[in-house]
């Protein structure tokens, strides 16, 4: 009885969301290019951290080498990019990675991806819209702040903000209703904004060409003592010769680079928001992969090009950790550019507002609609727009920005944007090899050659030859298709896999490890790489899509492992602010979502219907009528 309870709620807990993949099923307007999802993916990723981050990275960390620091950061970004975009093609619906793991790995994994998308992006816009209001207010001499702390004083230290941020709240409203008049619009504003920035980039990057000096990039350590000890640029007190480096084009050696390159991750953070326009995008399958893909590169581009230019304008123990950019062009006699820097810094911080309120009532919508949350979120408007979310999202984001300070904060937005590229890492890896029918559904939806389909489904139909566990099919196995034993040796193994990356990177980032623990490192890492190639030994799905994540399992893995390890390295303070986030939500779950969910009611009233349908009839009833038609042939040649 016991038993049997558990396994009812745990089957509960793991229903996966079957997708109807008709790509004109939906309540949104279709009305975005692959131009929009490109400027919208560049100007959330490319914010105003271009502006800073260069400097303090490459001062207290990789120097000149700061560029390698951006290409081994966008290397590992990419690993995660090409999930997403993988996803994309094959459910291209409102969702990003909650609906990437509803489909693959269940509702309750799929509900905790979600409420922490919700968190991540009401810190992240919140944030940015204090933010936005301090570069302002910086530019018209301070006066916002000295009236909100003369007039509106908050005396709550270390829980509420010193004083609340009224034009923050003033920025968050108006891009609420921005989102809520319309997409297209909301798109349009992006790409004039996303335009500027790039454009000013340029202007960095071109400056630093004309005005640079590749001298910088040779510095001897008596060259940088003297200069920090003479230098008029710097303000700065004098700096020990251990904070300095070594000189050269790597002052603080592949350690720096290494340091420089998980503080560079973070930069390549917002590419995901793309994954939310399944719904809105015209041609999504074709869309949405290239929309992630160019907009990486088009960041990495601009974080190479302006580290570059900064590290040659001028030394790098000269830059300033706040203000890099204006203080650059001020040494090299160009003062009066730094007016072009504060407009492009604006431009990106609004950029960088819109790419993080403009998933958030989709992620609210598709969660809702779903069951998940409350069902009158899920309302659209006359102009197909998520309205109620909308104005619940922008309501949220202000009693934020408002009300905290949010410094203590923001490394909640890490732990759930790394959290759902796991996760979608791990689910491009199960649905790969897996056999199940509506993994023929999703590959059917972003076909691009149907004769090819064709016959991968049909060869998918047909019996496969049966599979009896031993080592032999475990390393070879006899089927060319994907089969249930394979399909759940991949899950076993891929769990298994996540546990290990866990425990892994707890003890890779022991900054002190006794020999035991060396040992019991290397020891997991044999057992990971040992499950690896039973992955890598298991039969693929063959079908066409759109996009595939080439080199599979290894790019998933690898980006499991590198994700993995970053959420470890956060402090205990932010797990513990993770923790009371995760109690809210299962709250809220369980007390209303785990029975309101649609899949719940589907299992409820036995109203199951097919995911996609092959000219109008379920797939389903396809698949039977061949098998059906196949034997009664059989059986007619053996009467004859």
């Not at 558990?6 to 692959?34: E, M, P, W, Y």
């Not at 260069?54 to 080498?65: D, E, I, L, T, Y």
């Not at 230019?309 to 950790?321: I, R």
Request: glycine share 8%.
């Amino acid at each position: 009885m016991i038993l049997a309870t558990l396994k009812g709620i745990g089957k509960q807990l793991l229903r996966v969301k079957v997708v109807d993949c008709n790509a004109d099923d939906t309540h949104f307007a279709r009305c975005l290019s692959t131009f929009d999802l490109v400027a919208l993916g560049v100007g959330s990723t490319l914010g105003a951290g271009v502006y800073v981050l260069a400097g303090a990275v490459a001062r207290n960390s990789s120097g000149p080498a700061i560029v390698l620091s951006f290409f081994i950061a966008a290397l590992a970004s990419v690993l995660a990019g090409l999930c997403y975009a993988e996803f994309g093609a094959r459910v291209p619906k409102t969702g990003s990675a909650y609906l990437y793991s509803y489909v693959t790995v269940g509702e309750l994994w799929a509900f905790i991806t979600g409420w922490n998308l919700i968190l991540s992006y009401v810190i992240g816009t919140s944030s940015v819209a204090r933010a936005w209001s301090a570069t302002f207010d910086e530019l018209i001499g301070r006066h916002i702040e000295e009236f909100c702390r003369y007039y509106m004083t908050m005396n709550a230290p270390g829980v509420l903000a010193e004083y609340p941020d009224i034009f923050a709240v003033f920025i968050i409203i108006t891009l609420t209703g921005l989102l809520a008049f319309g997409v297209k619009e909301s798109a349009l504003v992006n790409k004039v904004f996303t335009c500027i920035n790039v454009a000013v980039l340029v202007f960095v990057i071109i400056s630093g060409l004309v005005k640079g000096d590749l001298k910088n990039w040779r510095l001897n350590p008596d060259e940088i003592l003297n200069a920090t000890t003479n230098s008029s640029h710097n303000q700065t007190e004098f700096l020990p010769s251990t904070s300095l480096g070594e000189g050269g084009f790597m002052p603080f050696g592949w350690t720096g680079v290494l340091s420089g390159a998980a503080t560079c991750f973070y930069a390549f953070i917002g590419f995901d928001c793309i994954a939310t326009t399944g719904e809105e995008v015209r041609n999504p399958q074709r869309a949405i992969p290239v929309g992630i893909v160019a907009s990486l590169l088009i960041c990495f581009v601009a974080y190479f090009g302006v580290s570059a230019a900064l590290t040659v304008m001028m030394p790098y123990y000269l830059l300033d950790k706040n203000s890099p950019l204006p203080v650059a062009f001020k040494y090299v006699g160009w003062e009066g550019a730094t007016y072009a820097v504060a407009v492009g810094s604006l431009c990106a911080l609004s950029t960088s507002l819109l790419g993080s309120m403009f998933p958030l009532p989709r992620i609210i919508y598709a969660m809702a609609r779903d069951g998940l949350l409350f069902s009158f979120l899920a309302r659209v408007s006359e102009r197909k727009t998520p309205i109620i979310s909308t104005f619940l999202s922008g309501l949220l984001s202000a009693l934020m920005a408002f009300l905290f300070d949010l410094k203590d904060l923001v490394d909640l937005m890490s732990i759930g944007t790394l959290l759902a590229y796991s996760l979608v890492a791990a689910c491009v890896l199960v649905l790969r090899y897996q056999p199940e029918q509506p993994i023929a559904a999703y590959e059917m939806a972003s076909t691009q050659d149907e004769p090819e389909l064709a016959d991968s489904y049909i060869a998918e139909m047909l019996p496969q030859p049966e599979e009896c566990f031993t080592i032999k099919n475990l390393l070879s196995p006899p089927n060319v298709q994907p089969s249930h034993q394979s399909g759940t040796v991949v899950n076993i193994c891929t769990c298994v896999i996540g546990i290990l990356a866990c425990v892994v990177s707890i003890l890779a980032v022991q900054e002190e490890m006794a020999t035991w623990c060396v040992s019991l490192l290397c020891v997991f890492v044999v057992v990971s790489l040992a499950l690896i190639f039973i992955v890598w030994r298991q039969p693929q799905s063959q079908a066409k899509l759109a996009f595939k994540v080439p080199l599979l399992p290894f790019l998933p893995i690898t980006s499991l492992f590198i994700n993995v390890y970053l959420m470890m390295q956060l402090d205990k303070g932010t797990w513990m602010r993770f923790a009371i986030w995760m109690a809210i939500g299962f709250l809220i779950y369980f007390t209303y979502g785990i029975r309101n969910s649609a899949e719940a009611v589907l299992n409820r009233s036995d109203a199951y219907a097919p995911a996609c349908t092959i000219k109008g009839e379920p797939m389903a009833t396809e698949k039977d009528a061949f098998l059906h038609s196949t034997e009664g042939a059989t059986g007619d040649d053996n009467e004859e």
